[in-house]
């Protein structure tokens, strides 16, 4: 099993610019969600999924949507990418309220 | 409000020695409680839950506190490879919102040889 995976592992944007993250998992898992970390602000919930077909906002949605294309798939979208989501991404899933498995992460540069 | 609080150290300890942290969460609701530890540039990954008898796994210990609303995390015997950023993890079962889980912001232990 590859658990979580996430691809680009690296980007870079101009300001402005679109891009969609991916993530994929394999543990047959409901819910899945999208955290951004920044240095000194921990990891803060952009949005999630509970199941199939459903997605609510986190703490921090402004500047993203969200697709849960199928149970395996959950993917990020920045419209206009902006300087202020220069962050590294993360990706997870769980079986609803227990542990959750994180993919490799996304480093992304918005110039 | 949902927060977990955590000194963010860095802890300088030698190897050998015994190292432990605590951290705070704000809602005594809330039903359960994780350590993740996160190695530099990765992702993080369960380090183990914490049960209210506290429960060890080898050479770590967590405990935790309802009365006082904080979790401990103990290390015995702290060998290199414990290096890393260990999260407080805690699950406010308040309804509503997000899934509930809150991740504190992490606290740096370095092993020094």
């Known amino acids: 099993n590859a658990g979580v995976t996430q691809t680009p592992k690296f980007q870079v944007l101009k300001t402005g610019q679109s891009m969609t993250l991916q993530c994929a998992q394999d543990?047959?898992?409901?819910?899945m969600y999208w955290y951004r970390q920044d240095p000194g602000m921990g990891l803060r919930l952009i949005y999630y999924s509970a199941s199939e077909g459903t997605t609510d906002k986190g703490e921090v949605p402004n500047g993203y949507n969200v697709s849960r294309l199928n149970k395996r798939e959950f993917s990020l979208r920045l419209e206009s990418a902006a300087p202020s989501q220069t962050s590294v991404y993360f990706c997870a899933s769980s079986e609803s309220r227990s542990t959750q498995y994180f993919g490799p992460g996304t480093r992304l540069t918005v110039t | 409000r949902k927060e977990v609080e955590q000194d963010p150290g860095p802890f300088n300890v030698p190897e050998g020695a015994t190292v432990a942290f605590n951290c705070t969460y704000s809602?005594?609701?809330?039903?359960?409680f994780f350590w993740y530890r996160q190695d530099c540039r990765k992702e993080p990954k369960l380090l183990m839950s914490v049960y209210s008898s506290g429960n060890e796994d080898g050479r770590f210990t967590a405990q935790l506190n309802r009365a006082s609303q904080y979790i401990s995390l103990l290390i015995r015997d702290s060998k290199l490879s414990d290096s890393a950023t260990y999260l407080c993890?805690?699950?406010?079962?308040?309804?509503?919102?997000?899934?509930?889980?809150?991740f504190g912001k992490g606290t740096h232990l370095i092993i020094q040889p």
């Open positions: 993890v805690v699950n406010f079962m308040t309804g509503g919102g997000a899934d509930g889980l809150t």
């Open positions: 543990m047959n898992h409901n819910s």
């Open positions: 809602n005594s609701a809330s039903q359960s």
